[in-house]
């Protein structure tokens, strides 16, 4: 028995040397593993043995069948690899490119400009409560934009420190104002996006969900004309060198007094009749703004006899269409990639 075995596994390390191919392989595979192959013979001798040579020449056949199988997958897993050939020259899969969201793109713009003026990136939270969003703002308890029509209140427990209110999706970026207020002191410039959320119904210019960039800044002498003077810069620097302001006396609660914003039209300069942008008004309004009211840096922990502040809050779905020919905010939440690729 041990000189059989001891041959037959000589035998087969001789014939898995010379074996070049698959078919090689599997031809071995079929003499030393197949019905007829010498070992079976060896196993049907097993039994008349005596019983200690049964169990010593039963498991040596089995690892002399194992080690088989073992080698033989192993060499035809090397001429696999052998035979598969690598052409360099074959041109890769085209991998497609994503880009960023036109949205993501123009706030950033904006903000970066403010940046550049001094300003600070702040974000602040979409979930917001109505302390933040109105009573810090100065927004008294019957102003209808505490109405539920205006504003999107969330169904989940209210915060526990009562003053706060309720909590809400927010209604705009100015409580990032209170925000930052509460946490820092002057002097302070602080620019902050993100998402504002109103039950709007959607058409062409409206949407429930839109992005602000809200800007302010705090310190001793804070006046009027460095808010102009930021914003005509900001202006200038985002829409086109020749660009001017006008400010158009307007109310908001949290800022006294307050102005609404226009530029000049950057395509007709103020000029054509049939401008497609400013329909002929030469002008195009763009942001809210005003000197921060004393009621509000008080809400905040700034003392309004030593501290003045301005703010202002601008969306970016409006400067983005102006810049870059939007007519329709829809198409920035369609996400439609023959779209978003232009960008
Ligand atoms: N929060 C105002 C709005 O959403 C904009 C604004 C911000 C106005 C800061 C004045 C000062 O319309």
Redesign the pocket.
Known sequence: MEIKVKKLEEEFGKDLLIAQTPSDVEALRIKYLGRKAEINQLFSIVPSLSKEAKGVWGKNLNILKNKITFALSEKSRGLNTKEEKIDLTYPSARLTRGSRHILNVVSEEICSVFEKLGFTVVEGTEIEDEWHNFSALNIPLDHPSRDAFDTFYLDIPQPQEKHRGKFLLR????PS?ARVMKLSKPPIAVVSPGR?YRPDSVDASHSFMFH?V???AVDENINFAHLKGVLLNFARLFFSPDVNLRLRPHF?P??EP?AEVDISCFICKGKQEKCSLCKGKGWLEI????M?HPEVLKNCGIDPKKYKGF????GVERPAMLKYGINDIRLFYENDVKFLEQF
Do not use: P
């Open positions: 209604s705009h970026t100015s104002q504002v602000q809200e800007g302010f908001f949290f800022t307050s942001l809210g703004c005003g921060i703010a202002f809050g601008m």
